[in-house]
């Protein structure tokens, strides 16, 4: 099997960047012949301006046409969303790529499907997507029955994971300390700082539980647009001394900051897929504090992995005080959360890939049905 994957680019920021090095490498341990080339997925630093966008996307469909041409694959594996911009790059992109034989599979690293279903002048590209791509691969069931409602055949989508990898694995194997209602608590927020992330209500909450008297110090790793806001956030509510900000900064600083964190926040809105930092921390063994969408619901349970917030400081607040106040409660997450890192290894989750691309590859759509994302 020889399987062609278009990857995120490397300076590329975003989980997508982080899971799929890990991924190939797993998978050509496998034996699958795989060959990569970057096919643009994720945000950058600066945002690409549209003429250096749209060539960048002929030139990278040129590309793949050639990889195409010169040498047989069974399978193109293409790193993808589902929005404005992707369902318009993908479609030309792979109508440029000709792709003949090989089955064509789209990874959806998280989707805006149901916000496509009255938009008339986008229902000839996704009717030719529905046509073109053999399979898709999603990361959520809430994002599965979704696209079902937009008329795609079902038995083409999968449920899929990323890979979680630990660039300091020792730092899994250390030994956080039992503390009571009294002692400082350590909460840390990971994502990239757009309103719909939870950053704002993370900070907010903070202020809550300080007025209830418990000690918490909160730590927001990450950068982007809301930065300035979140700031002036933490002035007005007199938090300088119980909130920092460390910018970007590179995965094993990341994971030394959930080595020596005590709960994880992230109390999202966003359209999420999968997304690495949330199951990194459980994968640490941090409880989680986090909203019930997509891939949180299927693969997490609450008071079992964490405890489920809605998207406001109110109910972040609830939940934190929740979980300091019940340390017998943290400790039986934290046990339970280390005991779902194989769920997400690289090794794991390369062998379900594997099963996906046979059956894309060797059977028939009659032979397949989709698979459900279980708990654990």
Known sequence: MKILIGMPAKESWGGPARCEPPFVEALANTGVEVETSDYVYGDKEKPTPIVERVG??????????RLLRNSRFDLIHLNSAFDAKTILRDSFSL?????????????????EASGFQSLIRYKILISWLKKNVDGFGVLSNEELATFEQLGFDRRKFFLVKNVVKFEVPDLLNSIRAAKNATNLFELLFVARFIETKGLLEAIEACARLRR???????????????????????????????????GYVEEKKVEH?????????FPTRHPEGFPIALFKAVAAGLPVVTTATRSAVD????????????????????????????????????LRNCAMRENF?????????????????????????????AKD
């Open 56 to 65: 960048r996307v002929l030139k990278t469909a040129f590309r793949f046409r």
């Open 95 to 111: 109508l440029l790529m000709r792709p003949r034989k090989a089955k064509v599979f789209l990874k959806l690293h998280g989707s």
């Open 212 to 246: 209830l008297g418990l000690r918490v110090r909160l730590t927001c790793v990450g950068d982007g647009p809301l930065r300035e806001r979140a700031e002036a956030e933490v002035e007005r509510l007199g938090l300088r001394n119980v909130v920092s900000f460390t």
């Open 257 to 265: 900051y959930m080595a020596s964190s005590d709960i994880f926040v």
């Open 299 to 334: 693969y997490l349970t609450d008071r079992e992995n964490g405890i489920f917030c809605n998207p406001d400081s109110q109910s972040v607040a609830n939940a934190v005080e929740l979980l300091i106040r019940n340390p017998k409660l943290m400790e039986t997450i934290r």
């Open 345 to 373: 290894a690289a090794e794991t989750i390369a062998k379900e890939y594997l099963r996906i691309y046979r059956k894309l590859i060797g059977h028939s759509l009659d032979e397949s049905t989709p698979e459900k994302a």
